[in-house]
């Protein structure tokens, strides 16, 4: 039986996939592709996490589409809002017919003598399992599991009487009316869900093991307000996205030059949200900002449910769990009816899939990263990552553009493939620089990065813009190809 070939195919319907695809449509009319999507919706993170306040952690101007303004009033958006702008784009540029959901990738295994991958799924619907081929693979899963978050194991966790709930698969029963409720951990998803279940419980504590820095943001982007008084979305997106992007920027850039200067600003303004309260204990991380992401805040809502006693938080580390709650090693207890375990990710590079080259297994570890979205050795084959110390979007919507621009350049030379090479000199720094928990457990299967372009990634969206955008797709990290190795080695030999 003949498989399905495709010109490309798209892994994952999230943020990513929905834009990769948009741009196909438009810049590649006429492409043969589908998306892949394991789950039954569109969405992606937007619509697997339902916790109480999900929320972005970037404005929107920025982790909105390039190509379609974000139109809402709200600068910080909610989950349910991000869901409807991806499913309206899908809609609007006609993508919504080509998702195939359902569709969990297993494994693609690329064919050198027919420049091509067989990409093996497993229907998730029927159990059914099916291969397709495509002349392109373009995994937009994002890097984390879906089907489990990270999770530790607690001291005396069994003997505790309450429940204990992981945010990525929250119940959506749940009543906390009249509970007490601790939340584990001090990340954005921490941050978030604290200010909203106060609105819930009897009491509600946040519990640390280390501070992160937390910044209060705007729910709506003044400038954006008065702009589009006056003037059409076309202009003002524009406007404002390179606002914030130039501010993002510049806060990131002198964080790692005065990391000094930078701390003591942010204690400062979390100072003046918090009088009176022990800022140094609960607000001031041992490691310089941005070393992890920094947390946003819209409108200071955490600040405001701390300071109106609505909740508090506990800096200390568990030492076991109890029948009614947990006891801490300074000796302390925390009665609890609810612990919510906002404890992290579990990255899962490439959606989980397994790559092969003529049957022989990639190892991801062993190959290093092109311009962030390629892989050494590997042909045919793109990913989208986004930056960690910016908006997911802003990288997103470059790789896509990207991969048009070298299909389109395949198709104008006459080329079949297109395969990155190492450097000469090699490559072994960290594909992400987080000191997060997350990254920090998931280095060893990540690709490496190199020391300079085009196998650095520069974690600046000026700077790809360069070199994505406007760059030479012909470069010393790439390599092109107008025939399958194999067959013109078999076409030789005939000769």
Not at 246 to 266: G, K, N
Not at 267 to 292: C, E, I, M, S
Not at 348 to 361: F, H, I, K, R, Y
Not at 370 to 390: D, R
Request: with cysteine; charged share 20%.
């Amino acid at each position: 039986m003949t498989s399905e070939h495709l010109d490309v195919l798209v892994v994952g319907a999230g943020l990513s996939g929905i834009g990769a695809a948009c741009h196909l449509e438009t810049e590649r009319p006429g492409t043969s592709y589908a998306v892949l999507e394991s789950r039954g919706a569109m969405g992606g993170t937007w619509d697997l996490f339902r916790y109480p306040g999900i929320r972005s952690d970037s404005d929107m101007f920025t982790l909105g589409y390039s190509f379609r303004p974000w139109k809402e009033s709200t600068s910080i958006a909610d989950g349910a809002d991000i869901r409807r702008y991806i499913e309206d784009t899908a809609r609007e540029f006609g993508v919504t017919g080509k998702i195939r959901y359902h569709h969990r990738v297993l494994s693609a295994d690329w064919s050198s003598a027919d420049s091509r991958w067989t990409v093996t799924v497993e229907r998730a619907d029927t159990g059914e399992t099916t291969t397709l081929t495509c002349s392109w693979l373009h995994t937009c899963a994002g890097y984390y599991r879906y089907d489990e978050g990270f999770r530790p194991t607690f001291e005396g966790e069994e003997r505790f009487g309450g429940q204990l709930i992981h945010p990525q698969h929250w119940p959506e029963d749940l009543d906390l009316s009249g509970r007490k409720v601790v939340v584990i951990g001090s990340g954005a998803t921490a941050v978030t869900l604290v200010p909203n279940l106060a609105e819930q419980a009897e009491k509600v504590t946040m519990l640390q093991r280390t501070p992160s820095y937390i910044l209060s943001l705007p729910g709506r982007d003044p400038l954006a307000t008065v702009l589009r008084t006056w003037l059409p979305d076309r202009i003002s997106y524009p406007i404002v996205r390179w606002k914030n992007v130039l501010t993002s920027t510049a806060l990131y850039q002198l964080s790692r030059r005065r990391p000094a200067l930078v701390r003591a600003l942010i204690r400062r303004l979390t100072a003046k949200q918090l009088p009176g309260f022990d800022v140094d204990t609960h607000f001031n991380p041992p490691y310089d900002p941005w070393d992890q992401r920094l947390c946003l805040v819209p409108d200071g809502d955490l600040f405001r449910t701390l300071r109106r006693g609505r909740a508090d938080i506990v800096t200390d580390r568990i030492a076991t769990f109890t029948e009614t709650g947990i006891e801490l090693e300074s000796g302390a207890h925390l009665e609890a009816d609810v612990v919510v375990t906002a404890t992290g990710l579990n990255l899962l590079p490439a959606g989980g899939m397994t790559l092969s080259l003529d049957g022989e297994q990639v190892q991801l570890s062993e190959t290093i990263s092109y311009k962030g979205m390629m892989l050494s050795g590997v042909p045919n084959f793109s990913m989208v990552i986004g930056y960690t110390n910016a908006s997911w979007t802003l990288k997103a919507d470059l790789v896509n553009r990207y991969v048009c621009r070298l299909l389109d350049h395949l198709d104008a030379h006459g080329y079949v493939t297109a395969t990155p090479v190492a450097p000469p000199e090699g490559a072994d720094a960290p594909f992400l620089d987080l000191a997060s928990g997350y990254v920090q457990r998931s280095l060893a299967g990540l690709p490496k990065q190199g020391g300079r372009a085009p196998w650095k990634l520069h974690q600046n969206y000026i700077l790809d813009v360069r070199m994505m955008k406007r760059g030479s797709l012909e470069d010393e990290g790439m390599t092109f190809q107008e025939h399958a190795p194999a067959a013109a080695a078999a076409q030789q030999a005939v000769a």
